[in-house]
């Protein structure tokens, strides 16, 4: 094992039951010798985690919550004070993707339920644990954003803005802990996880075409332990998510144009939410 800054520290990560949080979990736990405590909702994806441990298994420990409930996260705060446990790193990572559509066709209740998922899970777990975690030698906090915070799609408003507030939060607290905590944030493109269950099953075609610019799991989770390995400030992986890095800085008007142009040519029944009338 390579010495590294994160080797044996105690790291809290939100979304640990599956996908790119499994992922990371066990990197931490096996390349790095972590403790690491996941957080999410499924008893039965946690158990599935401990099981694919084996040896592994006394590392980690789960707690279920949904993470967009602020009560959750104070409890969780006293539950780590009563038993002394002083976590290093926090990684909010859990997330949801809204299924494609217009703006107007989400109700205000969804559009609060994902901002919620997705921005204000990680206000209210940086703000509940930000004290515990500067008592650390290390403190880090890693956000798991998207490329979608940096250029909006036709489609993707909610997902769009949860992921571009979480940016801006992260970019604001880099500066003003710089020094006292790392910040990272993580801007993945499209990546083979379950995230895509309420897309169109139906649409075969759409599944073939995001599986051809996705990128696998495994090779995801390399890049983003890389990022923490080497505490990069800002990481952006997947060739889609270089495109758009790229266009929504040089074209931050006719990018978002020419990106929604080639989604509504393409036909596929994943968008016809968005560009069917
Ligand atoms: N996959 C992609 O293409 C992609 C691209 C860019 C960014 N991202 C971002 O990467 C992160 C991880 O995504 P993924 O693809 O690994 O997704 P995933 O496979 O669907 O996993 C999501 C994880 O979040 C947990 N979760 C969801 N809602 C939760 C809630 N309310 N409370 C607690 N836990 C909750 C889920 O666990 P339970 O079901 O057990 O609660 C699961 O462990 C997300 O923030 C996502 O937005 C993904």
């Not at 919550?65 to 780590?80: G, H, I």
């Not at 379950?194 to 139906?202: K, L, V």
């Amino acid at each position: 094992m390579n010495k590294n800054w994160m080797d044996g520290k105690t790291v809290i990560i939100t979304g640990a039951s599956g996908g790119m949080g499994k992922g990371v979990a066990e990197k931490l736990i096996k390349e790095h010798g972590c403790t690491v405590i996941g957080i999410a909702r499924s008893e039965e994806k946690m158990k599935k985690v401990v099981a694919e441990l084996g040896d592994y298994k006394d590392k980690f420990t789960y707690k279920l919550f949904d993470v967009s409930v602020e009560k959750n996260w104070l409890e969780f705060a006293d539950y780590l004070k009563e038993n002394s446990i002083k976590p290093d790193i926090l990684i909010n990572n859990a997330g949801i993707l809204p299924k494609f559509d217009r703006f107007q066709n989400y109700t205000v209740e969804y559009i609060e339920k994902a901002m919620n998922i997705n921005f204000y899970s990680a206000v209210y777990s940086i703000h509940t644990l930000l004290p515990l975690l500067l008592e650390s030698p290390s403190p880090a906090i890693i956000n798991v954003d998207s490329s979608a915070a940096l250029m909006t799609l036709a489609g993707t408003s909610v997902y769009s803005a949860s992921k571009a507030a979480l940016k801006s939060l992260s970019e604001a607290l880099r500066e003003e802990l710089r020094g006292k905590c790392y910040v990272g944030i993580v801007c993945p493109g499209f990546t083979k996880t379950d995230i895509f269950r309420d897309q169109s099953a139906s649409d075969a075609k759409g599944q073939k075409m995001l599986n051809m610019v996705s990128t696998s799991c495994e090779r995801m989770v390399k890049m983003i332990m890389n990022d923490i390995k080497t505490k990069k400030p800002l990481g952006v992986h997947g060739f889609d998510a270089a495109f758009m890095n790229y266009f929504g800085r040089i074209l931050p008007v006719q990018g978002g144009r020419l990106f929604s142009a080639v989604m509504k040519a393409s036909k596929m029944p994943l968008f016809d939410p968005v560009f069917k009338d």
